[in-house]
């Protein structure tokens, strides 16, 4: 049984689930999302300056992200204003300084990931803090208990299953349009457990198409994005799902 904190940890990581295809590590068989990247970055960090003071900055860095995060969503939902004015802009700081670490581990085509974890990133939290923070309101709203049990007690697995098609760290650099074809299955997977969970609660479902409408917008114009989201994601997800341990 959760105790009341972890039962917002653990609501507060279903937000990250449905729209940016996280999942516990209670479900997932082999290495967390965050070791996995961790582990990648190390290699393409050391291959890039080889040294591994680069990915130790890196690294430190994300630490510290995770523990701004942790507190900046204890505010959510009850102190939602609290978070978006002033905790999102920390947030979105940190984001900077690892971006700013990321870009000496990328070879001259992978640049363009560096700066985009700026962009990304602020798009999630303009979502979640968007006319006042509605958003967040409807997620945590009262008549969104059901659906949340639902994806918590048997919906988790299929939430994994989302978060696997789009996290997979590779040698090779995915080309723009591989990227952003990935993030839209992520959609339509997500929309999928909602049908399957949640069947006749729309709200979810709503939230979840706006979700992807903020995230994709790098998408439209310069379809790169989903390797950034996937740092900024698997950096999210290790507080989360150790938690819930």
């Known amino acids: 049984m959760l105790t009341s904190v ?3 940890v653990f609501t507060t990581t279903l937000v990250l689930s449905l729209f940016i295809a996280l999942t516990s590590a209670q479900n997932a068989p082999t290495a967390s999302p965050f070791d996995k990247l961790a582990e990648h970055f190390f290699f393409k960090c050391q291959n890039r300056t080889k040294t591994t003071v680069a990915f130790d900055k890196l690294y430190a860095d994300s630490v510290e992200f995770k523990t701004d995060l942790q507190y900046a969503f204890s ?17 979105e700081n940190r984001l900077v300084e690892i971006s700013n670490d990321l870009k000496p581990c990328l070879a001259p085509q992978e640049q363009y990931l560096a700066n985009f974890i700026r962009e990304s990133s602020k798009e999630f939290l303009h979502f979640l803090c968007h006319k006042n923070g509605e958003n967040i309101d409807e997620f945590f709203h009262p008549r969104s208990a059901a659906c949340r049990s639902a994806l918590e007690t048997d919906g988790s697995t299929e939430i994994g299953v989302c978060f696997s098609r789009i996290f997979k760290p590779a040698s090779g650099t995915p080309s ?31 939230l979840n198409e706006d979700f992807f409408k903020y995230v994709s917008k790098p998408c ?20 989360f799902s150790k938690k819930l341990l």
């Open 220 to 239: 439209s114009g310069c379809t790169f994005f989903l390797n950034t989201l996937m740092l900024v994601a698997s950096v999210m997800v290790s507080y």
């Open 6 to 8: 972890e039962n917002i």
């Open 75 to 91: 505010f959510i939902p009850t102190k939602k204003s609290t978070f978006c004015d002033s905790q999102k802009r920390q947030l």
């Open 176 to 206: 723009k349009k591989e990227l952003c074809e990935d993030l839209t299955t992520a959609k339509k997977c997500f929309a999928e457990v909602l049908n399957q969970r949640c069947p006749t609660y729309t709200a979810y479902k709503i």
